[in-house]
């Protein structure tokens, strides 16, 4: 069965610091990775990493692609309290269910001033 | 902005009753998904649609059926809610089939008494 796993599942660090967010997955053929984040309302897209684009980068976020270890990484520098969400992990495989997303269960990520 | 609307934004109803919760997009697009989330689940996927007449089901469809007349419109039905249907639904778009990236809607807060 498929599945995509997030760690740690919550984070609580300091304005300033920097974070990684962890998303491992267990994908048959696996198409695309895609990170969002979920303040008090709707998820928004962040960034998508596929084998053709494994990293990628905005501003204070980036986030990479290890298709060697089914796994990617979310980091984020000099953090901010704007910076508090649920970050979200989600897989898409090519092949059957019409190009599905599976979502990992999410990172609750809070910045304290 | 991908022009998605949800409505009703909240909705309190009694066990039992009929809820039918819509979303509607401005752009045409093909696919479009409904999910719920709820904490320690992240977001679960209920139905799906590749176009007009054309549905599927997702991972935690029982209870639920879904419809799609017009490519604009997708109704999510909970037949007789049950308080284990307390949630947030999401609704979703997704541009193409060779665009993996999922756009959500403002969501519905549904709490069943």
């Known amino acids: 069965e498929d599945k995509v796993v997030q760690s740690p599942l919550s984070l609580v660090v300091h304005e300033g610091d920097t974070v990684t967010l962890n998303c491992s997955y267990e994908v048959t053929n696996f198409r695309s990775l895609l990170w969002y984040k979920q303040e008090k309302k709707a998820p928004t897209f962040l960034f998508m990493l596929t084998s053709s684009g494994i990293e990628k980068k905005s501003g204070r976020l980036s986030s990479i692609l290890d298709k060697k270890e089914l796994s990617s990484i979310l980091n984020i520098t000099a953090t901010q309290t704007g910076d508090s969400a649920i970050y979200l992990c989600?897989?898409?495989?090519?092949?059957?269910?019409?190009?599905?997303?599976?979502f990992g269960k999410g990172t609750k990520l809070s910045v304290k001033p | 902005d991908a022009g998605i609307t949800q409505s009703p934004r909240h909705k309190v109803t009694e066990t039992g009753t009929p809820v039918t919760l819509r979303c509607h997009q401005t752009?045409?697009?093909?696919?479009m998904y409904w999910y719920r989330q709820d904490p320690g689940h992240g977001l679960r996927l209920i139905h799906y649609?590749?176009?007009?007449?054309?549905?599927d089901k997702g991972e935690v469809s029982d209870g639920y059926s879904v419809s799609r007349s017009k490519t604009e419109d997708f109704l999510l039905t909970l037949e007789s809610a049950t308080s284990s249907q307390t949630s947030v639904y999401f609704c979703?778009?997704?541009?193409?089939?060779?665009?993996?990236?999922?756009?959500f809607g403002p969501g519905t807060r549904l709490l069943v008494l």
């Open positions: 989600a897989v898409g495989s090519y092949g059957g269910s019409q190009g599905n997303l599976i």
């Open positions: 979703a778009i997704r541009p193409g089939l060779a665009e993996e990236t999922q756009y």
């Open positions: 649609s590749y176009g007009v007449k054309d549905t």
């Open positions: 752009e045409n697009h093909r696919y």
